[in-house]
């Protein structure tokens, strides 16, 4: 009797006063990974790379023709276009100094894809740059080699002074891709490409760049006008809804934003988009859930976790095709400067989305990144998340981190459409396809 | 052992003679007996003068139409009080012998703008109550049957009438126009939007139902006489009629004196219900087997001519076979020939039927040819096979790909059917209402 007591009043005490608070820092313990691997661009006017050509881009594109001239063999027909002729169906005969009709229809390209990306549909169907050929060959092929053969183009044409330079200009490209491919001024010109044959080789074309910079590598992007445009909201007093955020808050608290919601599950089996203290964030294992837990930013901002509730599980379906249980549950980090001032607070709801979430609010904005915009759009029998995008208030607008652009709810629409045609008609990448 | 062959060579020619005199005569009515008494030839309507036109019966029609479905048409009391100039009501309805002025030109407004501006007729729609999240609720909760009865009366209701085939007559032109507004490129982008918005999905499932019942839930087997005056024109000029997944429908062609017909038809014997009764004697029988047509101008004959088979073709997909683990049902693939000749005996031309599947090469275009398929069978052919469809591969025909369909008008071309197949997907991911090709039954 009396060893019970003493184990009873043993285990009360040492819950209370032995569970100290654990501190830790917030880049090297918590974010390290998106300082290494998280970029911020700024849209870039594409146009704008035309003043650049000289007889120096001529030796670049001209190197880079040669290490890819079998990957771009099929773009031959085009190329000469491009280049009067310097590339044709007999060789290449790239000249030291670069002819003007060259540097003229590059221009001309780079102001359509700044500004005019129906004209350079237009254009490429006029010269050559596909054929019934080329389509029949790319429904054989396997996608990874189809986007090689994308890469390898899109980058002898864009032409960069660095990579970081021409993954940002890559990532504008995208952005103007995207606008045409779902936004509903041109949706339709855009899936007659994706449901006829011949010219099927262009929308892949755009698929493959848009997954590439938007998802595959981009999924880690941001753009700054868009930090700059959610800062401004928080200012405003709006609380910034995150949908299937992970853990990705970092470029948010750094930047002053503040008033953050996250609503994601937080799978175990998507650890390799998340940073390194992903699971400690969502919920901490000491006996008190944590509460008292901080994080400190080298700016001197504070988290500290102040609650943690669990209501009720869910089941979710992992990667590997196994359904585990997770507790359904909301942790409230209250963020404070160094003075101990408060700030705001980080509201993570461990859940699935539901449609009610999207409700638009005066008071919130909500934001995403692209892979999961994609499943967000996806009908239910194409895997999506069993939103009814048809369904969304007609002013829902989404700030997407690599879209320079918010979504609205016809944009949503017609992605939900174009997977429907992609899988019917084009059988190419999935955009939200993950790397790996 | 001269003596034996002598035998058998008698035997070979009894045999012959016996098969010979097999062959048999019968009447038209026999093989197409539900083509002559079902089958109508739909004239284009005057839609914009509909009313004026039968002013006389009208109002009594209306009221007739309006007070026999005051429960299915509850729902659209908004909207029938907005183009009744509230005659009709929340609280009932007042319908005089004199119609109200304002009310006759809303009509008139309606049934003007459905021929001149369909688009413009939608953006009416929408402004006039039909635009009803009450209603969008109701619809989704009720069965697909319930929403296509209240929508055929609706249509009834505009265009009043008590007799029943002009009214018919008139809802197929209005399903004409509506598969212009839908189906064109100039105006697919206005239709699609309805699918696509849901406030706007009661418009969506008016406008379906309204082509669905007169295309093919009624319509299926029935001609526009401008596609008919078109073939008759084309075989004139010496090309073939060629009637893709036509079955036995070629009884009004015959009729209109086209005589070059060729029919690709697989005649799955499951889809017996849309052939007419005689269909298994146009497909097997004996050579010089006779069909002998009384038509009013003329009398023809179809004299068994040729008959070809060649190997058993599955008629059940191979998903199926597999799912359920049955043997694929089969066919004999064949081709016969009827030889169509004049009562002196005099050739006329021929009906070819190929007991085969379609396939993308029958589009092909060719300047001795004229494709025809029927409503119903061209939607399928648009589809992709996760919609039921056929998955011929449209996106590459030829891109002045032309084809007569016998419910429609005017041709529809490439544009049209990729139209279809887009709408089509639209319909599968937003509206879930029935598919543009619905099986009737």
Redesign the interface.
């Known amino acids: 009797m009396f060893k019970k007591i003493f184990f009873l009043i043993f285990t009360i005490f040492s819950t209370n006063l032995l569970s100290t608070p654990t501190i830790k820092n917030a880049e090297t313990d918590i974010f390290k990974k998106w300082l290494s691997w998280q970029k911020i661009y700024t849209d870039e006017a594409l146009k704008n790379i035309g003043s650049n050509i000289d007889d120096g881009y001529l030796n670049y594109f001209k190197t880079f023709y040669e290490k890819n001239l079998t990957l771009l063999s099929e773009k031959t027909k085009y190329l000469s276009h491009i280049t009067h002729g310097q590339i044709n169906e007999n060789g290449y005969q790239l000249q030291s100094k670069i002819d003007e009709n060259f540097k003229t229809n590059l221009c001309k390209i780079y102001e359509m894809l700044d500004e005019n990306i129906p004209g350079l549909v237009k254009h490429m169907q006029e010269n050559e740059f596909t054929d ?1 050929k080329e389509s029949q060959q790319e429904t054989l092929a396997p996608s990874s080699e189809i986007i090689e053969k994308h890469e390898a183009l899109t980058s002898m044409l864009i032409t960069a002074p660095s990579d970081e330079v021409g993954r940002q200009r890559k990532l504008a490209l995208a952005n103007r891709l995207f606008e045409y491919s779902f936004a509903s001024k041109t949706f ?1 010109e855009f ?2 490409l994706s ?4 010219t099927q080789p262009i929308s892949r074309l755009f698929y493959s760049i848009m997954w590439k910079n938007l998802a595959g590598e981009g999924w880690c992007y941001w753009l700054k006008e868009n930090i700059t445009k959610l800062k401004n909201y928080s200012d405003q007093g709006k609380q910034i809804v995150y949908l299937a955020g992970g853990c990705d808050i970092y470029q948010l608290i750094k930047n002053g934003i503040y008033n953050i919601k996250n609503i994601d599950p937080i799978l175990p089996s998507q650890t390799k988009y998340y940073s390194e203290g992903w699971d400690w964030l969502a919920k901490s294992n000491e006996p008190k859930n944590g509460i008292g837990d901080k994080v400190v930013f080298d700016c001197g901002t504070i988290m500290e976790r102040v609650k943690y509730e669990e209501n009720g599980s869910f089941k979710a379906r992992i990667d590997n095709g196994k359904i585990i249980q997770l507790p359904k549950a909301t942790t409230i980090w209250k963020i404070s400067n160094a003075e101990g001032v408060e700030l705001g607070q980080y509201i993570h709801e461990r859940r699935f989305i539901e449609q009610q979430d999207l409700t638009v609010s005066p008071d919130k904005i909500f934001m995403m990144s692209f892979n999961e915009l994609y499943y967000l759009a996806l ?1 239910d029998f194409l895997n999506g998340w069993q939103i009814d995008t ?2 969304l208030d007609d002013n829902f607008e989404i700030i997407i981190k690599q879209l320079r652009r918010p979504v609205d709810k ?1 944009t949503m ?1 017609n992605m ?2 174009a997977s ?2 992609n ?3 084009l059988h190419y990448l999935n955009l939200g396809t993950c790397i790996n | 052992m001269t003596r034996l062959k002598r035998l058998l060579s008698a035997a070979a020619i009894i045999f012959v003679s016996i098969q010979i005199s097999a062959s048999t005569n019968i009447r038209d009515s026999q093989v197409f007996e539900r083509w002559i008494t079902q089958q109508f030839i739909f004239e284009e309507q005057d839609l914009n003068n509909f009313y004026i036109n039968h002013q006389k019966v009208f109002t009594h029609a209306f009221k007739q139409t309006y007070t026999q479905n005051v429960s299915q048409l509850r729902t659209l009391v908004p909207f029938l009080s907005k183009l009744t100039n509230n005659c009709i009501n929340e609280l009932g309805y007042k319908l005089e012998p004199q119609m109200d002025v304002q009310m006759v030109g809303n009509l008139q407004t309606l049934q003007n703008l459905i021929e001149s501006n369909t688009p413009a007729f939608i953006d009416w729609l929408k402004a006039s109550n039909f635009v009803d999240n009450k209603l969008e609720l109701e619809e989704v909760k009720k069965s697909s049957k319930y929403v296509l009865e209240k929508y055929k009366i609706l249509s009834s209701l505009l265009f009043s009438t008590q007799n029943s085939v002009t009214q018919q007559e008139t809802l197929f032109t209005f399903a004409n126009s509506l598969f212009e507004y839908c189906f064109n490129d100039a105006t697919c982008e206005h239709y699609t939007e309805l699918l696509m918005t849901p406030k706007y999905h009661p418009i969506a499932r008016y406008i379906n139902t309204t082509m669905w019942f007169n295309l093919v839930g009624e319509g299926w087997k029935h001609w526009h006489k401008d596609c008919l005056t078109n073939l008759k024109a084309d075989s004139k000029n010496g090309k073939e009629i060629v009637y893709i997944a036509g079955g036995c429908d070629f009884y009004e062609l015959l009729k209109q004196g086209i005589y070059n017909i060729r029919i690709i038809d697989p005649f799955i014997p499951t889809q017996e219900k849309y052939f007419s009764e005689g269909w298994q004697f146009l497909l097997d029988g004996n050579i010089g087997d006779e069909i002998n047509f009384g038509f009013d101008a003329k009398e023809i004959t179809l004299i068994r001519n040729h008959d070809e088979s060649s190997f058993y073709i599955s008629t059940t997909p191979v998903n199926q076979t597999t799912e359920t683990n049955k043997l694929p049902q089969t066919i004999k693939q064949k081709t016969i020939t009827w030889l169509v000749v004049d009562k002196f005996g005099n050739e006329l031309g021929n009906v070819i039927i190929e007991r085969r599947f379609a396939t993308k090469k029958d589009f092909e275009p060719s300047s001795t040819k004229t494709l025809l398929m029927s409503y119903c069978e061209a939607v399928y052919t648009s589809l992709p096979s996760i919609i039921e469809g056929w998955d011929i591969d449209i996106s590459s025909f030829d891109k002045d790909f032309k084809m007569y369909v016998k419910q429609l008008r005017k041709p529809i071309t490439k544009n049209h059917m990729l139209n279809i197949r887009l709408a089509s997907v639209i319909n599968l991911a937003s509206l879930e209402f029935i598919n543009y090709g619905s099986n009737p039954n």
């Open positions: 019934a339709f899936e007659r449901m006829t044959n011949a009908p048809f369904k016809k629409c939900n459409i429907i045609i899988a019917t008609d």
